[in-house]
């Protein structure tokens, strides 16, 4: 008898943007465990969204400014950062035309950076 055992593959981070909304995936909310708030930046030439976590020590020492840290949500299977202005600037950035219901694309998380850069040409 020869076994071979099944083997998942993982499964991809997949990021959800809305109008109002950032939501991550479960697998994408792994790399924010110890979260306490994320900076949101964007690279309009690599259509990219980068998000990249911030520890709580790091969110208060003082040298990121209040307006330039925001708040993330971590529940069991998803993240949620909720910042209305922001999604209305990327989707007049990248002319997105995103909806309520929210359109899905594919994110890597970048070790040397340790941020998650969501691909903007890669709609799922």
């Keep these: 008898m020869s076994i071979t055992w099944f083997n998942e593959q993982p499964k991809d981070i997949l990021v959800t943007l809305t109008p109002q909304f950032i939501t991550l995936n479960k697998p994408g909310v792994t790399y924010f465990d110890n979260a306490h708030q994320v900076m949101l930046g964007y690279d309009a030439e690599m259509y990219r969204i980068f998000i990249k976590p911030l520890t709580k020590t790091e969110a208060i020492r003082g040298d990121i400014p ?4 925001y708040n993330i949500t971590i529940n069991s299977s998803y993240g949620r950062i909720t910042n209305k202005a922001f999604m209305s600037h990327i989707e007049e950035i990248f002319r997105l035309g995103l909806t309520d219901k929210g359109n899905k694309f594919k ?11 969501v691909l903007l040409k890669e709609e799922r």
């Design 66 to 69: 209040e307006h330039a840290r």
């Design 107 to 117: 994110a890597v998380w970048n070790n040397s950076k340790e941020m998650l850069e």
